[in-house]
């Protein structure tokens, strides 16, 4: 019997894809990455399938790839040559929806949007939205800790995590954390296996917390600044008032200019940042107002202000564009780093100067509330890859970041792409403290090799 | 030069504490667990202090256990025979604090209170705070992941902890985490220090997150009702309703007739339950009323809401003295189960019925709206330690919780106070899995040994 047919064994024929012209296409998450060659996909339905991949994978020696909906900016999902993609993607159950302990019970493979959709039936919401929340999975979410707009107010997905089950390397089952709100019974396993993108564990279920959802559409705001410094300025003065947006997002005039010449959106000449900021709460108009009066303090030149829901969505709607009409100019190296809020207008002011430095097309847009920020690297639509001078440009950005006290990646995660730069963030000790943890989880090194740490 | 003298040679002959009357006060914490007899006390006032400590302990094997203030009630802090116990109180230093960036960076001897005070001056808060937070320190609330009376609207200890400086076991040290809200390099060594309970690394200071204070004075209700489940009704109804409390207390009968029978607080024979809310919105006045209603409607016997800060203050005051009244009846075995917060009323029903079967008293105070109960078992003042029906009573109050997917400590960590029901609740795979993470941080075994896990 091969290695192969043992697997098909253990499960099914249709659960086993060997074809390779099908294997390919679950081999490569949304970077430009070339994968290595499958040996074959496995489509999870159950936990016991998960299992029954585990053990054969630890009795042939043979890597897996974890994948959820392939939505990673970061390599995490791209396959490696020879292994198991391990694809959890139809394991679509909501296993149990807690009004009362505003909890859920969920499998990896139900999107994003959908277990927030299912939450608002009873008046609830699941809060971590990744932009790519229609189409990502609460797995592919829990393996990268992503975030999202709303985590200004709400948090990452970590925050949301209460417990997990889990199947280890060898095919054993553990439960982590608990279902309630509140628990210190040993250590924290839970926010360990969170945003360790599948190299410890494959996650088969997950216990969320729930939250209430707000009772108003959210009052939305846009202002246009002509410097950068007015609309960070703003920024901080939204926070310090106390104003709790439940979105703030800085868009930069590249990008700005991409989605104006897509769409037309009237941008002025003067223009160099829109601010969009949002408030859910109760009395999110008077909020809304509040911090309109902020933006034009700071020097807005201009601030439109919802008053209907529908205002609200055409103000935000600028902002949902931005990535499309970005990948219109070509393909895109997108990177995440986030930096103490306070530093904001000086990355921006950074970026600027590397894009001319290394005569580098980069748009900037900004979760303004969280430091947060996604210059994206634009280069020829005919490479494969980025160019050496997008290289060299990125490396540098890195490299200031770290300085100025940030972090390589806020919410995309390290994957493959920013695993050269690793090291210079955590240093040689933890280096081998994240080496000393996957060793007593993984011992064989199969699970997702050569990712994330 | 003996081992001792080889310490002192290292750090300051006043840094090393040595006569058994001085260190035997240094040995305990709020438990009545007998310690072990020390070694030496160092105190540490510096992390180049602490440095010295871990290297010299790897150097001879000695165990450490690190030390606060010694207000916790799991006896993780108790001494093990001829250990060291690094106390961490001198290291008080508030390191740094941003308004810009909402941050502070403290060391672990800090007051927990203090801390929320430096942070007040600037409009800020420091949110967790524990029920000994103007005696505990912010070191000693992270090693145990303390909670308290505002988690229920601002989480624990660990959703606080941004990033630490750790000494690891043979001295080396690194940073985990970071300076900014998100990020997701590398695993999340942060959150597993937090709530390790000094097995993994010495804290010696913690990037923390702070908030934006309330601008006005908490609006608080007190209810009392004549059935249990009349107030943990009034519980779900006020979650349900979205009135977000800041602070959500249930007092049972027993814990009343404790503070009436001390300070006279007029209970009537047929209250059976208090529930004390607040809301520190900025419309708490308005939520404050909407919680009332929502007391009334779920057969409150009478509501008192406040109408001025006083009032306020007079109201949280009977919750305040719970703990102190109990002292009086005798010594306390301070539990602190978590229950999925629907099933709070079964978890208090269950309590009363443990108290009759083994006739104990047993009184419960719940942070209702985590679902977090401490029942507190009470005992002959002469005794040194709970006699077998009080350990018998735990048992089933353990085992009960379990059932109910709840876990045996919600705020208060497992020391060695729950170590021999932990098997229950974690299972021997997970089990396995902590010995292996404690020995890549700390493979001689030398970092509070025979705690928490």
Chains 1, 2 share one sequence.
Not at 45 to 71: F, K, L, S, Y
Not at 72 to 94: F, P, R, S, Y
Not at 158 to 185: F, H, P, Q, Y
Request: proline residues 5%; negative net charge.
């Amino acid at each position: 019997m091969t290695v192969i047919s043992e697997l098909v064994a253990a499960l099914a024929p249709e659960k086993v894809l060997t074809d390779p012209d099908v294997t390919d296409s679950y081999a490569r998450d949304r970077t430009f990455l070339e994968p290595g060659r499958p040996l074959a996909v496995v489509l999870a339905h159950t936990r016991d399938d998960v299992v029954a991949v585990m053990r054969w994978a630890t009795e042939h020696r043979v890597p897996v790839v974890p994948r959820g909906a392939g939505t990673g900016l970061a390599g995490g999902a791209t396959a490696v040559e020879g292994c198991v993609v391990l694809a959890l993607h139809k394991m679509t159950a909501i296993r149990e929806l807690s009004p009362a302990d505003e909890t859920a019970v969920v499998e990896p493979g139900v999107i994003t949007a959908d277990l927030d959709r299912a939450a608002r039936e009873h008046g609830l919401m699941y809060a971590p939205d990744p932009s790519s929340y229609e189409i990502s999975t609460i797995g592919g979410n829990l393996a990268t800790n992503a975030g999202g707009l709303r985590c200004v107010k709400y948090g990452v997905t970590r925050d949301s995590a209460m417990g997990l089950e889990v199947v280890l390397a060898d095919g054993r089952v553990i439960n982590t954390g608990r279902r309630t709100v509140k628990g210190v019974t040993g250590y924290d396993l839970t926010g360990l296996f969170v945003g360790s993108e599948g190299t410890l564990g494959v996650i088969t279920a997950a216990t969320v917390r729930l939250r209430r959802a707000p009772s108003v559409y959210p009052a939305t705001i846009a202002a246009e600044f002509t410097s950068l410094r007015d609309a960070a300025s703003a920024v901080s003065a939204i926070i310090a008032a106390g104003c709790q947006p439940s979105l703030m997002e800085m868009l930069d005039r590249n990008t700005l200019k991409a989605i104006d010449d897509w769409r037309n959106i009237g941008l002025e000449d003067s223009t160099r940042a829109m601010l969009i900021a949002q408030s859910d709460a109760v009395d999110g108009p008077a909020v809304s107002e509040r911090m309109a009066e902020l933006c034009t303090a700071n020097g807005a030149a201009f601030v439109a202000v919802s008053s209907s829901a529908q205002e609200a969505e055409e103000l935000i709607g600028v902002r949902r564009m931005a990535y499309q009409a970005k990948e219109r100019l070509g393909k895109c190296l997108v990177e995440d780093v986030c930096v103490p809020r306070s530093l904001l207008p000086d990355m921006i002011e950074k970026i600027e100067a590397i894009a001319v430095k290394y005569d580098v097309l980069i748009t900037t847009v900004a979760h303004a509330g969280d430091g947060n920020l996604h210059p994206v690297f634009i280069f020829d639509h005919a490479l494969t890859e980025p160019p050496p001078q997008v290289w060299a440009a990125a490396d540098e950005l890195f490299r200031e970041t770290l300085r100025m006290g940030g972090t390589l990646t806020g919410e995309h995660g390290v994957g493959l792409l920013k695993r050269r730069w690793l090291a210079l963030e955590t240093g040689p000790v933890t280096e081998e403290i994240h080496h000393g943890i996957k060793r007593v989880f993984d011992p064989l090194g199969i699970l997702n090799p050569g990712k994330a740490i």
